[in-house]
């Protein structure tokens, strides 16, 4: 039996097998299945895919979708602006987000997609974050501390930290060296509070005492807060008697890490990669000119991170196997949530940071820190250009 005889033969029995019940249709399969020749499942295919026979859709089963490709693109527009940030610390900031947007009338979204938003929860901000491309770059800066000779004129601290007030923090230096730690290059000083995690950050020229005192007096000026204690590591930038005579002037207790043990001060070190590495990246700042733009840089970038990007503490880590256990506080808070909650920091200051934060633009910042950001690279490159 040719190829053309058996589709006519189906072709004759189409408008009777889509109107046949189950019973009906098992018949006429079985009289086309004897007169071609064909197996079961094929004749069922054929009957099956002709245009007679098409069934309904089945209804898809499952939850309905609630938010839809508005909120999804209003959700990537906050986490763009949160420097693409965690669901965890993005998720309690982002009515915060919302509301300063819409004072600076940035926010473009609709009202229903902004409703659904703000009612999100945070496992399903979580999930749709997971889906957003994020660029994480795997390289590991340059370390260039080494333990200094004098450094048993500081006392070791090794916490707890957790009863400490605001104004006792921990500083450490980062070298934008590139990929050698040879010749002349900008270090970045960074300061965190261990009660309120309020950053502070100074740029300057190499690592001399001299270039560090200066950067610690810039911090000092622009912490809203006294500054009690500072606590880095064993460097030979901050372990000399010209930083330890200028703390004592100022009225710092000064105190210091083990050597080898970066865990002692784990709030800075790991803020480094987090806020230094993340903005600046690992790019070689060779060219003295830079460093008054990284300033003008960080001088916005402090007021990004301490009101508007959110920070969880670590509540208790233990060891299990070969692996670590973290508990985190469940809900993050930014530094100037945590200033203003605080029973140690008088009304006058927190009165003063309120002011400063009704009045800030999170979309101009964002975009202030991509312009110095280039500004920084193209000035870095063209010395470059120019030295070769």
């Not at 372990?239 to 970066?262: L, M």
Request: net charge positive; hydrophobic share 35%; aromatic share 10%.
């Amino acid at each position: 039996m040719t190829m053309e005889t058996k589709n006519n033969i189906f072709f004759e029995h189409l408008k009777e097998y889509a109107k046949a019940d189950k019973k009906g249709r098992s018949l006429i399969l079985d009289h086309l299945c004897f007169v071609t020749k064909l197996q079961r499942k094929s004749a069922i295919r054929r009957m099956s895919n002709s245009i007679y026979c098409r069934r309904k859709p089945v209804e898809k089963r499952g939850r309905k979708i609630i938010y839809n490709v508005d909120v999804t693109l209003a959700l990537k527009s906050v986490w763009k602006l949160s420097g693409e940030i965690c669901g965890e610390l993005l998720h309690p900031i982002i009515g915060e987000y919302i509301d300063n947007l819409k004072r600076e009338k940035h926010w473009v979204h609709g009202e229903i997609a902004t409703q659904q938003l703000l009612v999100m929860s945070q496992s399903t901000v979580k999930r749709r974050l997971s889906k957003f491309i994020k660029f994480r770059d795997k390289r590991h800066g340059l370390s260039s501390t080494s333990p200094s000779a004098l450094k048993a004129i500081i006392p070791i601290f090794t916490g707890p930290w957790k009863h400490k007030p605001p104004g006792w923090g921990q500083i450490d230096s980062v070298a934008h060296c590139g990929t050698t730690l040879v010749g002349a290059y900008v270090y970045t000083l960074t300061y965190i509070d261990a009660c309120t995690f309020w950053i502070g950050l100074s740029a300057q020229w190499n690592k001399g005492q001299i270039a560090t005192q200066g950067s610690m007096a810039s911090i000092k000026s622009k912490l809203p807060f006294l500054w009690l204690g500072a606590h880095p590591d064993t460097g030979s930038e901050f372990i000399n008697y010209f930083v330890y005579d200028w703390c004592q002037k100022e009225k710092i207790d000064y105190s210091r890490s083990r050597p080898n043990h970066k865990n002692d001060n784990m709030y800075v070190e790991e803020r480094n990669a987090h806020v230094v590495r993340k903005y600046l990246g690992y790019i070689r700042l060779d060219c003295a000119d830079t460093v008054v733009i990284v300033n003008q840089f960080y001088q916005i970038l402090e007021l990004y991170l301490n009101h508007f990007i959110p920070v969880r503490r670590t509540l208790k880590k233990e060891r299990i196997g070969s692996r670590y256990h973290r508990v985190y506080e469940k809900v993050a808070k930014t530094p100037y949530q945590r200033l203003m909650e605080s029973k140690k920091v008088n009304n006058i200051i927190k009165a003063k940071q309120k002011a400063i934060h009704q009045r800030l633009n999170l979309f101009f910042l964002k975009q202030e820190i991509e312009r110095l950001t280039i500004l920084i690279y193209n000035t870095q490159q063209n010395y470059g250009n120019q030295k070769s």
